[in-house]
C-alpha cells in the first residue's frame, strides 16, 4: 500500500520556466510534508517542508503548496535553472513520529 | 552536512555471503536509519534505532538485522545476501526542526550482489 505517490516518473521543463513537482497521499494522519532532492551518486538532501497548519511555505525559488482536502502536495521551483535537474521525492510523516515515508520519486530535466 | 560517514561507499559481493555495512555519525544524534533505494520504489526504511540496543523494524526489513552498540555506530548486515538485495543503501539521522522531524542522509553505500 503506497501511502505517499509521486504519478510522474519524469517531467521535462525549459530553463527559466516553472517545474511543477505533484505528490499525493492516502494517510489522513500525515501532518508534516518534506521535499528532497537527490543527484546521482550523492544522497538525498533534504530540500523544503510545510506543516499541516499551513497551505504554502516558500523558500527562494521552492514553494511548497498543501492542499489538505485533496490530500495533495506540490513544490513549484521558479524560475528552473540547469541545477536543478535532478530526483525529487515528496515525504510524509506524523507529529513526533519518527518515520517517514517517501513517494517514488520524480525526475526532472531542465532543458537550455 | 549531517556528519554522516558510511562504509564501504561500494561494494561487490556473492549470493549468500554475508554484508555488513557501517554508518557513523560524530554529533550523538539519537535517531539513526538505514533506507534503500530502488528503481520505482523510492527510499524504504529497512531499519532504525532510537538509542544504544534500541532498534525497530521498517517496512522491508526482511533479510536485514541491524546492531546499534554505540551512539556513534548503526550496523546493517545482510545475512546471507540475494540479488534482490542489489540497491543503493542510505544511512539517516533526525535532525528536529520547528514543527517536524527532519531527516538527513549519508551519501550512500552501492551494493551489488553477483
Known amino acids: 500500500d503506497q501511502q505517499v505517490k509521486q504519478n510522474s516518473p519524469s517531467l521535462s521543463v525549459q530553463e527559466g520556466r516553472i517545474s511543477i513537482l505533484n505528490c499525493d497521499y492516502t494517510n489522513s494522519m500525515f501532518d508534516y510534508f518534506l521535499w528532497y532532492k537527490k543527484y546521482p551518486a550523492e544522497g538525498p538532501t533534504f530540500l523544503i517542508s510545510i506543516s499541516s497548519i499551513k497551505d504554502k511555505n516558500e523558500d527562494g525559488r521552492f514553494t511548497v503548496f498543501l492542499n489538505k482536502s485533496a490530500k495533495h502536495l506540490s513544490l513549484h521551483i521558479v524560475p528552473s535553472q540547469p541545477g536543478d535537474s535532478a530526483v525529487y521525492f515528496c515525504?510524509?510523516?506524523?507529529?513526533?513520529?519518527?518515520?517517514?515515508?517517501f513517494g517514488q520519486g520524480t525526475r526532472l530535466t531542465i532543458n537550455p | 552536512d549531517a556528519g554522516i560517514t558510511q562504509s564501504p561507499r561500494h561494494k561487490v559481493t556473492e549470493t549468500g555471503t554475508p554484508v555488513t555495512l557501517r554508518c557513523h555519525q560524530t554529533?550523538?544524534?539519537?535517531?539513526m536509519y538505514w533506507y534503500r533505494q530502488d528503481p520505482g520504489h523510492g527510499l524504504r526504511l529497512i531499519h532504525y534505532?532510537?538509542?544504544?540496543?534500541?532498534?525497530d523494524k521498517g517496512e522491508v526489513s526482511d533479510g536485514y538485522s541491524v546492531s546499534r552498540s554505540k551512539t556513534e555506530d548503526f550496523l546493517l548486515t545482510l545475512e546471507s545476501a540475494t540479488s534482490s538485495q542489489t540497491s543503493v543503501y542510505f544511512c539517516?539521522?533526525?535532525?528536529?526542526?520547528?514543527?517536524?522531524?527532519?531527516?538527513?542522509f549519508g551519501e550512500g553505500s552501492w551494493l551489488t550482489v553477483v
Open positions: 515525504a510524509a510523516s506524523v507529529q513526533g513520529a519518527q518515520k517517514l515515508v
Open positions: 534505532s532510537y538509542g544504544v540496543k534500541d532498534t
Open positions: 554529533e550523538n544524534h539519537r535517531y
Open positions: 539517516a539521522i533526525t535532525l528536529k526542526g520547528g514543527f517536524g522531524n527532519t531527516i538527513y
